[in-house]
């Protein structure tokens, strides 16, 4: 039984191996055919691919002619609707013209601050007139704000190239001017109500306090008449303005004023950028010099073919046709005429366009390198912007006090006039102890127009250093419910708050809107707020600012100003959404190349009538010299958000526009081309792709002020790189 037993498991294990052997061979030609099987496959693969990549070149290359067929057609259609920037630019230079006739003729007795001989003519009389009360000044004070303000305007709103470095230097010679002197009135001005102090003297304690304002400036005079040294706090029984002083001012014979000007004639002014100009000199600085010189050339060219013309007529029918010939000479007077004016016409509107398409540019360009470099303390004049106006802290010596008799009052008026009590002083060998000159507490109120969305810094103006320094004061403590900030301070001197100046930048989205005819909002949304601003025909609105998802009121709101007026209103505010060419030093920006943003920002104003846009996430990784954005046509005056659904992703790289393939919420970034679009050589004509003939015949109606003001308002705020 054994052995049957080993006989048969012998003969099982040669089984086995002739089995492993079949097993073995199999699965080598199992394997070599799957080989085989995936070779083929993969070839196949490789060559669906290869076929697909060729049949998508193949598409590609069919829409690259296709585009390139039109491109020119395109070109020119769209420089035909972009005249109307050229035409707004000129509709606002006959504007400036008609402004300045009129005002001429209207002989109010105001001075045009732009005519140097009216505005140095009206500093003039000013300075001989003496003796005027604060409450005159005040009110004279009115004129000369306006007068600054539309020498300002002038300045930011004239095109560069018909800015001359003489009227530069004129204008910002004569806002210093009017600066100076008006201060110099109110100082004068104090002088006078000084001098009657003790006759102003309150029963109570003793000494003289007086509050005179308007909505520009506030005045706060205290007298130490008393000299008591227990009356150390001094507060303003109108408002909550409050001193604490030591014990050598409570003893000495001075006065305490604090000026409140809601307006910085302090920081010196920004220049005007020389660059600027420089640059815009690679266009013709002067478009009626260019344009009246090649019309003399086209004119001696005209007029020479037609005395060429006239004299063959003569010689050929000199006595035959003498009426009629003087019957055609007529006509073709009048044709050579007609075609002069349209040539010069012509050629007036090219260099204009040139123009201000340079100008446009200029204000994308950011500056290469930092030029200004500032101390520890010395606040950055780029980085930093003052509001809510300057407090001028002065302590003034006592004038002489005028004095009744016999019917008469007698006035000692010293020499020198109004001066100032300096503390601490410059040599301090006569006074015991190191405390005699601590430092002075301080409580103002803060503008209520103002709106500070971290605690204020405090800075004290430099008179030496003519800049703005933080050395010197402490202990700030700022009340933001009741708007009151405390600080201490060792010297007298001009005082404002800082604010930096890219506290909303970059921001975190946008949307442009229309809301009918020449009429859209475009809402930017940063980390503190959402701010609304209506534009509407050629001015701009505030329609609302959101703090914390909750209104906040402001006395813009309502207020049509241009763009220029506008951005120095909101600036001045404490809302800045409008970035200089310093901006990109102090915040991280998307940078866009400035040729694609400008075509961009003048394209999205063409259609801006009939086409809604906004942010898009993608913008910020499709390179600087592409831009992304949302796009949906919308002809409703409906608030209701757009649905998703009806945004279309486009990209543009300033000659060729294309609709994307992912959407918003997709999880990565293709230039993939959507299925059964085309790409054009502009944003209009990609728009146009699937606008409806409604959409498309409203943005041929839109008005060239307005697309030029919409356009204007998309440069300041430059929404792709800043966002």
């Known amino acids: 039984m054994d052995g049957k037993a080993k006989k048969s498991a012998n003969k099982k294990k040669k089984i086995s191996k002739a089995e492993r052997l079949k097993q073995l061979q199999e699965e080598e030609e199992r394997r070599q055919k ?3 099987e995936a070779r083929l496959k993969y070839e196949k693969e490789e060559m669906e691919r290869l076929e697909i990549e060729r049949i998508e070149k193949e598409k590609w290359l069919q829409l690259e002619a296709k585009d390139l067929e039109r491109k020119n057609e395109e070109l020119e259609e769209l420089y035909l609707l972009e005249a109307c920037f050229p035409e707004a630019e000129k509709l606002k230079r006959d504007q400036r013209l008609l402004t300045q006739w009129e005002h001429y003729i209207r002989c109010d007795g105001s001075p045009d601050p732009s005519i140097a001989q009216e505005i140095n003519t009206f500093i003039s009389l000013w300075k001989e007139e003496t003796d005027e009360t604060f409450e005159e000044v005040i009110a004279k004070s009115k004129l000369v704000l306006h007068l600054i303000d539309k020498l300002k305007l002038i300045l930011l ?24 002197l008006l201060h110099l009135k109110f100082n004068t001005a104090t002088e006078i109500l000084l001098r009657q102090a003790s006759t102003l003297a309150d029963l109570d304690t003793g000494n003289m306090e007086k509050v005179i304002q308007d909505e520009n400036v506030t005045l706060y005079v205290w007298a130490n008449l008393k000299k008591n040294p227990r009356h150390r706090s001094v507060r303003c029984s109108e408002m909550q303005i409050g001193f604490e002083i030591p014990r050598i001012l409570a003893t000495s014979d001075i006065a305490l004023r604090l000026l409140h000007t809601r307006y910085d004639h302090v920081t010196p002014l920004h220049p005007v950028p020389t660059l600027l100009q420089a640059r815009a000199s690679r266009v013709p600085l002067s478009v009626n010099d260019e344009v009246k010189s090649v019309q003399a050339a086209v004119s001696n060219e005209l007029q020479e073919e037609y005395k060429q013309q006239e004299d063959e007529s003569h010689s050929v029918q000199e006595e035959e046709m003498k009426v009629k010939e003087l019957g055609d000479s007529v006509v073709q007077m009048t044709f050579v005429e007609e075609e002069f004016q349209d040539t010069s016409y012509e050629l007036e509107m090219k260099l204009l366009s040139e123009t201000v398409s340079a100008a446009q540019l200029l204000l994308l360009e950011n500056t290469p390198e930092r030029l200004d470099f500032f101390e520890d303390d010395e606040v950055d004049i780029h980085q930093f912007t003052t509001l809510g106006g300057v407090y001028h802290l002065d302590a003034l010596e006592l004038p002489p006090q005028c004095k009744p008799m016999k019917g008469w009052i007698i006035m000692e008026i010293p020499k020198d006039g109004l001066q100032k009590y300096i503390y601490p002083p410059t040599t301090t060998e006569d006074f015991e102890t190191e405390n005699t000159f601590p430092p002075i507490e301080v409580m103002l109120e803060v503008n209520e127009n103002v709106i500070f969305f971290e605690q204020p810094m405090v800075a004290r103006w430099d008179a030496e250093g003519k800049h703005w320094k933080t050395d010197g004061i402490s202990n700030v403590v700022y009340k933001s419910e009741e708007r009151l900030i405390t600080f201490s301070l060792e010297t007298f001197g001009p005082i404002t708050l800082i604010q930096d100046t890219h506290i909303n930048m970059p921001y975190q989205s946008w949307e442009l809107r229309p809301l ?13 707020t959402e701010i609304q601003i209506q534009i509407k025909e050629d001015l701009c609105m505030l329609t609302s600012i959101k703090l914390k998802n909750k209104t906040h009121p402001s006395v813009l709101e309502g207020k049509w100003m241009t763009p220029i007026s506008f951005s120095i209103a909101l600036k001045a505010a404490g809302v800045n959404i409008f970035p200089t060419e310093h901006s990109h030093f102090y915040v991280a920006t998307n940078y866009k190349v400035p040729l694609v943003e400008m075509k961009v920002y003048r394209e999205m104003a063409l259609l801006s009538s009939a086409f809604a846009f906004a942010w898009s996430k993608w913008n910020t990784q499709c390179g600087s010299k592409k831009v992304v954005f949302k796009v949906s046509e919308h002809l409703t005056k409906e608030e209701e958000p757009i649905e998703n659904s009806n945004w279309t992703l486009l990209m543009f790289s300033g000659d060729r526009a294309q609709m994307l393939k992912i959407e918003e919420d997709s999880e990565k970034f293709s230039e993939t081309l ?8 502009t944003l209009y004509h990609m728009v146009k792709d699937f606008a409806s003939k409604e959409a498309m015949e409203k943005v041929r109606s839109s008005n060239c002020l307005f697309l030029n003001c919409v356009c204007q308002m998309l440069l300041l705020t430059r929404l792709f790189s800043y966002s």
């Open 34 to 36: 799957e080989e085989e």
């Open 516 to 528: 009918g005819m020449n009429n859209i909002l475009l809402t930017v949304i940063t980390i503190f």
């Open 674 to 681: 959507k299925e059964d679009t085309e790409f054009h050589s």
């Open 157 to 180: 709103e004239t095109p560069p190239y018909d800015l001359q470095e003489k009227n530069i230097v004129q204008y910002q010679g004569s806002i210093l001017e009017l600066r100076e």
